[in-house]
T-cell receptor, first 115, second 111 residues
Framework: NAGVTQTPKFQVLKTGQSMTLQCAQD?????MSWYRQDPGMGLRLIHY???????DQGEVPNGYNVSRSTTEDFPLRLLSAAPSQTSVYFC??????????????FGEGSRLTVL | SQQGEEDPQALSIQEGENATMNCSYK?????LQWYRQNSGRGLVHLIL?????REKHSGRLRVTLDTSKKSSSLLITASRAADTASYFC???????????FGTGTKLQVIP
């Protein structure tokens, strides 16, 4: 059972470079989301999607782009990396059971350093 | 969406003791979920309690929900060193919506 797979696990970028963090889930979940977590803090929601072709902003969307062309994939793009985007990024998905956004399944995280 | 607020921020106990952490939220909910995060790992779902439930058990975990006070508590009984982690609550008001998290309770269980 793969669950939620994030790649890469580690990445170092220079300021101004762009990159894409990949997230794939094999559970046919409609809901997918991206979070960032900074040291000693909770998770902050960047973007989320409730189905293919539908995305919306979270708490901290600036500097990030997302798209959802398939149910399985939800890539996060950093357009022009900045040191403030140094963080650990988590992707999560949910089937939306229990009358709402149900149990979230998380990936293992992608650790990004921007120099 | 709404964000839960966990309390206390940090908790240190001896192995074998019980650990209690609390979550408060602001508006009515459909369900509330608790998650655990081990250091450097993704969050793992522990338990979901619906708004019409007052208490739920899962192994050594006991969750209570008081919708009149807009609060929930997570009790871990007979704690183990492996329970050392951060714990987060996620109140959910129903429908597909963004799920946000607070800063969590950092639990340290001393062997």
């Amino acid at each position: 059972n793969a669950g939620v797979t994030q790649t890469p696990k580690f990445q170092v970028l220079k300021t101004g470079q762009s990159m894409t963090l990949q997230c794939a889930q094999d559970m046919n979940h409609e809901y997918m989301s991206w979070y960032r977590q900074d040291p000693g803090m909770g998770l902050r929601l960047i973007h989320y999607s409730v189905g293919a072709g539908i995305t919306d902003q979270g708490e901290v969307p600036n500097g990030y782009n997302v798209s959802r062309s398939t149910t399985e994939d939800f890539p996060l793009r950093l357009l022009s990396a900045a040191p403030s985007q140094t963080s650990v990024y988590f992707c999560a998905s949910s089937s939306g059971t229990s009358g709402g956004t149900g149990e979230l399944f998380f990936g293992e995280g992608s650790r990004l350093t921007v120099l | 969406s709404q964000q839960g607020e966990e309390d206390p921020q940090a908790l240190s106990i001896q192995e074998g003791e019980n650990a209690t952490m609390n979550c408060s939220y602001k508006t009515s909910i459909n369900n509330l979920q608790w998650y655990r995060q081990n250091s450097g790992r993704g969050l793992v779902h522990l338990i979901l309690i619906r708004s019409n439930e007052r208490e739920k058990h899962s192994g050594r975990l006991r969750v209570t929900l008081d919708t009149s006070k807009k609060s929930s508590s997570l009790l871990i009984t007979a704690s183990r060193a492996a329970d050392t982690a951060s714990y987060f609550c996620a109140p959910n008001s129903g429908g597909y919506q963004k799920v946000t998290f607070g800063t969590g309770t950092k639990l340290q269980v001393i062997p």
